[in-house]
Nanobody, 125 residues
Framework: QVQLVESGGGLVQAGGSLRLSCAAS????????MGWFRQAPGEEREFVAAITWPGGRTAYADSVKGRFTISRDNAKNTVYLQMSSLKPGDTAVYYC??????????????????WGQGTQVTVSS
């Protein structure tokens, strides 16, 4: 069974930075694509970023390109989301997710097999 545990959320002023972490348990992390999604109040969950195993390919939502960076430390079974130049519109609960398909870089929510509990990010203006 895979467990994903996010951390690093919090309150930050517009223009600031945060780094989210997602620690994965279980061998499924190996060869899996990892993704970050977010959900604002009253909105649907949306794709933010994804990274394949072992980290050669990445994808980003247009809204975060150039501001967010996804990375992974495979020795630590951890994926990160470095967020910079944050805007109030980035306020949401951020979720880490795992797609056990090998080598597939997907932005589709339904393709992800496992999800974390989420971490709140609030950006004040």
């Amino acid at each position: 069974q895979v467990q994903l545990v996010e951390s690093g959320g919090g309150l930050v002023q517009a223009g600031g930075s945060l780094r989210l972490s997602c620690a994965a348990s279980g061998r499924t992390f190996i060869r899996s694509t990892m993704g970050w999604f977010r959900q604002a109040p009253g909105e649907e969950r949306e794709f933010v970023a994804a990274i394949t195993w072992p980290g050669g390919r990445t994808a980003y939502a247009d809204s975060v390109k150039g501001r967010f960076t996804i990375s992974r430390d495979n020795a630590k079974n951890t994926v990160y989301l470095q967020m910079s130049s944050l805007k109030p519109g980035d306020t949401a609960v951020y979720y880490c997710a795992l797609d056990s398909s090998i080598g597939v870089l997907t932005t589709t929510l339904s393709r992800y097999d496992y999800w974390g509990q989420g971490t709140q990010v609030t950006v004040s203006s």
